[in-house]
């Protein structure tokens, strides 16, 4: 059976850019930005995500188009004879299933949070009053468990309808959706009274508040967020490789998805400082920035209702784009190593899905005593795959290609080099050998000095 393809390469662009668009962008950068330093780090993390982010990106690409499989046969097809890197197919799925445990939990919030704004919950609520509806909703564990499910159905409905008619259709409606929906949200946070402010703290690069963050730290903390911001390890980028044909070179389609990826990022910030600073919020951090601080700042914004709800829509789209590519990669996966059909790897998969995201709701109710080094049982699952999976498996793919003991260097660079457009230079050699794999594991090692160093504190 001939393998599906993208329909458009604007499918292939926005598909990949939606699997590495999610929650990080939305919440975490812009928090972080403006912790160290505002453009200062922006400027930092730039350069990192294009001397980290994008050789990586290229990597997986380049295995997922020169085998034309997913992570379940990839390495088997391209691995020399006797050697044993197809073993890492089961860490890696094992990093989508880990990741699709919290992840369909916090799509799920997402979506009531576009209902109760839309709804008018938080109207007339003071600051208590909306960590109130927060605090309810987090003990409530059918009520999280009914948007869970709602979550994994809706994104198993786009995959089971096929790679063209289903993902690739639905997911690019939703990401030019997110992205104009994205536009008009900073037209209305960057015109409001006082929004000058946030603009000046988010934008004009302050150095001497980076140093005073600690140096050291900003610069890690930008490696981590280019790191980790692509989806880059466990094979989720690689399927929609299999999916492209050859007329275009990987490094310039891979700088094209960092790009969207950086925009949504940054522009997240413009509507989130602005919109802070007018209305005298401090723009809190994690999940507290979303689910806490914002629906008091729309509150306070007139029209708020229709812009809470507009800016829950989006990022209920930013979840889901995420949630449809990485259940396409677990159904590809299914597909390609035991034969199944779209629709018996949609049903298994979804009872499966289903089941292994109660844990983490559990976590925030019965189970919430539940702790395992020090973290709750999302933060242990968050744990796994940012600080363990993401970095292993990035290192598995790099290695892979460019080392002898793999694919080999020449044969990736051919295949990253086929087609029109950027090419990669084969200078970079020493440096995807040696230099990349170090920063990688300093970053995997960095992971576990800080969750010692909490453990000790603690």
Not at 227 to 240: P, V
């Amino acid at each position: 059976m001939e393998r599906e393809k993208f329909s458009s390469r604007l499918g292939f662009l926005l598909i990949s850019a939606g699997c590495a668009i999610g929650l990080g962008n939305v919440w975490r950068f812009p928090y972080i930005t403006g912790k160290y330093g505002g453009a200062a780090f922006v400027l930092i993390y730039l350069f990192f995500l294009l001397i980290l982010g994008l050789p990586i990106m290229v990597a997986e690409f380049a295995v997922g188009r020169a085998s034309q499989k997913s992570i379940a046969l990839s390495f088997n097809e391209l691995e020399p004879k006797g050697s044993k890197w197809h073993w890492y197919r089961y860490f890696g799925i094992g990093g989508n299933y880990l990741l699709m445990m919290f992840y369909t939990m916090v799509g799920g919030w997402l979506i009531a949070y576009f209902i109760k704004e839309a709804k008018g919950e938080f109207a007339g609520l003071d600051p208590d009053g909306v960590a109130t509806v927060f605090s309810n909703m987090t003990a409530d564990t059918t009520y999280m468990t009914i948007f869970m499910l709602l979550t994994v159905f809706l994104g198993f409905l786009v995959c089971s309808f096929g790679l063209k008619n289903g993902v690739e259709k639905i997911n690019k409606i939703m990401m030019l959706c997110l992205l104009a929906l994205l536009l008009v949200l900073v037209v209305r946070a960057v015109t409001l009274p006082g929004a000058i402010e946030g603009l000046k703290f988010y934008l004009i690069p302050d150095f001497g508040k980076m140093v005073e963050s600690g140096l050291g730290e900003a610069v890690f903390a930008a490696m981590g967020q280019a790191f980790f911001t692509l989806s880059i390890g466990i094979g989720a980028l690689a399927i929609f490789g299999s999916y492209i044909g050859k007329e275009r070179r990987l490094s310039g389609e891979a700088i094209n998805i960092m790009l969207l990826d950086t925009f949504v990022a940054i522009m997240a910030g413009m509507i989130i400082f602005p919109s802070c600073f007018a209305f005298d919020i401090n723009p809190g951090e994690g999940a507290g920035l979303v689910f806490l601080t914002l629906p008091n700042v729309f509150n306070a914004m007139s029209g708020g209702r229709f812009w809470g709800s507009l800016f829950f829509l989006f990022m209920a789209f930013a979840a889901m784009s995420t949630i449809i590519a990485v259940f396409q990669n677990i159904i590809a996966f299914a597909q390609d190593l035991w034969g199944w059909s779209v629709k018996k790897a949609v049903l298994v998969n979804l009872i499966a899905i289903c089941l292994l995201s109660m844990p983490c709701i559990l976590g925030f109710t019965s189970w919430s005593h539940v702790t395992i080094l020090g973290k709750s049982i999302m933060d242990f699952e968050d744990f796994l795959v940012s600080n363990n999976l993401l970095p292993l498996g990035s290192l598995v793919y790099l290695l892979f290609c460019v080392t002898r003991y793999g694919w080999g260097f020449e044969n990736f660079l051919k295949e990253t080099n086929t087609g029109e457009g950027l090419k990669m230079p084969s200078g970079i050699r020493l440096y995807l050998q040696i230099g990349l794999p170090l920063i990688v594991l300093f970053i995997f090692a960095q992971g576990y000095w800080n969750l010692f160093q909490s453990l000790f504190a603690a």
